[in-house]
């Protein structure tokens, strides 16, 4: 199975992958692991002003910061991953990526938000929710 894990770096991302490995139908070297963080992009403005090759480290090193604890747990756990981010809002990033690589479910961890926050602020699971075409599971 390919399995996209959409990740933060927070501490629902971490309870995300602790789920995850609790479950061996999900967490297992039988499966394709890619590992996804969308990077908030530079204003414009402020990205104009900045030399593309900054730019470029820039975006590289917030993933990096992100992917590094979640190299570390799914190396203990003997599993090897495709780590990939991208620029822009997570929700559209996350479901471009699952469509576009062919995977079979997007695992993503969530705040919880009860329904009347998600009205008022928003959720990147209910966006992905909304926006993907492939399963979606989400752990809260």
């Given at each position: 199975?390919?399995?996209?894990?959409?990740?933060?770096?927070?501490?629902?991302t971490k309870r995300m992958l602790a789920r995850l490995a609790a479950h061996d139908e999900w967490f297992g070297p039988g499966h394709a692991?890619?590992?996804?963080?969308?990077?908030?992009?530079?204003?414009?403005?402020?990205?104009?002003?900045?030399?593309?090759?900054?730019?470029?480290?820039?975006?590289?090193?917030?993933?990096?910061?992100?992917?590094?604890?979640?190299?570390?747990?799914?190396?203990?756990?003997?599993?090897?991953?495709?780590?990939?981010?991208?620029?822009?809002?997570?929700?559209?990033?996350?479901?471009?990526?699952?469509?576009?690589?062919?995977?079979?479910?997007?695992?993503?961890?969530?705040?919880?938000?009860?329904?009347?926050?998600?009205?008022?602020?928003?959720?990147?699971?209910?966006?992905?929710?909304?926006?993907?075409?492939?399963?979606?599971?989400?752990?809260?």
């Amino acid at each position: 199975m390919k399995i996209l894990l959409a990740v933060d770096g927070s501490p629902y991302t971490k309870r995300m992958l602790a789920r995850l490995a609790a479950h061996d139908e999900w967490f297992g070297p039988g499966h394709a692991y890619t590992v996804l963080h969308a990077v908030p992009a530079v204003p414009a403005g402020a990205a104009a002003k900045v030399e593309r090759e900054v730019l470029k480290a820039y975006y590289a090193q917030a993933a990096d910061k992100v992917f590094k604890p979640i190299r570390s747990f799914l190396g203990r756990q003997g599993i090897e991953a495709q780590y990939l981010y991208r620029i822009g809002p997570a929700a559209a990033a996350i479901a471009a990526q699952a469509s576009r690589g062919g995977h079979d479910i997007v695992v993503l961890g969530s705040h919880g938000h009860g329904a009347l926050a998600n009205l008022v602020l928003g959720s990147v699971a209910t966006q992905v929710l909304a926006q993907c075409k492939t399963p979606v599971l989400v752990v809260r």
